[in-house]
């Protein structure tokens, strides 16, 4: 019963972020603000991260792909559609949830028990949305960028690593990038970030918001954010998937 009563207060909380605004010019101000903390400053991970775990997917397929029945341009190609199709919507969501959910969390839970957004209410502000809907707005939006940025430096990644310990020649490694690409993965990778933006901002304010205690609970709520936010993330990644790739 716990698990339905958290479930209506995170949707009637929804209801009150996408409510009229009453200053746009008061959000649209907290917006930017919100896309530079939340998605600019998390470009350093994702770029990081992707060459990286590129590098490294582009030795494995060459280890697995040693048998010479199987041309070497395969390299190139398992590593972009793994790229494509998962690692840059879905690990870099689970990723991104350890990051930008706990700080989200952090920052709304400490307003809560310090009584900031008590002051929020007696002056008349509608405090969730004011607070929450400038962090879904912002993530929802940058996270797109963040997944063509990962794609691309995980394909830049490889391309470095392949090439550099002999296991892929340059040229092949083009070759298996450009072999049978498929548009509509990209597609398909790109609308999963959406729904995983949105999951990644509004479950890490859900649990800061109706955050009570002291500081020692908002440490313990950014933790609950954070691992309900990963399997909500899962759950809905195998959902789309089997609606979008059908």
Not at 81 to 90: G, P
Request: net charge positive.
């Amino acid at each position: 019963m716990n698990y339905f009563f958290h479930i209506g207060r995170y949707f009637w909380m929804l209801g009150k972020v996408f409510a009229r605004p009453e200053k746009h010019k008061m959000y649209i101000r907290q917006l930017f603000r919100e896309i530079e903390g939340l998605g600019i400053n998390s470009v350093g991970i994702v770029v990081i991260i992707s060459l990286f775990t590129g590098g490294i997917m582009t030795i494995q397929f060459a280890y697995n792909l040693m048998n010479p029945i199987f041309p070497t341009y395969l390299i190139g190609l398992g590593t972009r559609d793994v790229l494509i199709l998962e690692f840059s919507s879905t690990i870099l969501a689970l990723i991104l949830a350890g990051k930008i959910g706990s700080n989200i969390t952090s920052e709304i839970g400490s307003m809560k028990v310090t009584e900031q957004i008590d002051s929020l209410e007696i002056m008349g502000v509608n405090s969730i949305s004011y607070l929450i809907l400038p962090k879904i707005v912002a993530v929802v939006f940058v996270f797109p960028f963040l997944v063509v940025l990962s794609i691309f430096f995980g394909l830049v990644g490889g391309l470095i690593v392949g090439p550099f310990v002999g296991v892929v020649s340059l040229t092949e490694y083009i070759d298996g990038i450009r072999y049978l690409f498929v548009p509509y993965y990209v597609t398909f990778s790109l609308i999963k970030s959406l729904f995983f933006g949105f999951l990644v901002s509004s479950v890490p304010a859900y649990f800061g918001y109706f955050v009570q205690g002291g500081a020692l609970e908002v440490g313990k709520a950014s933790t609950r954010a954070v691992v309900n936010t990963n399997i909500l993330i899962l759950l809905f990644d195998l959902i789309l998937t089997r609606l979008l790739l059908t």
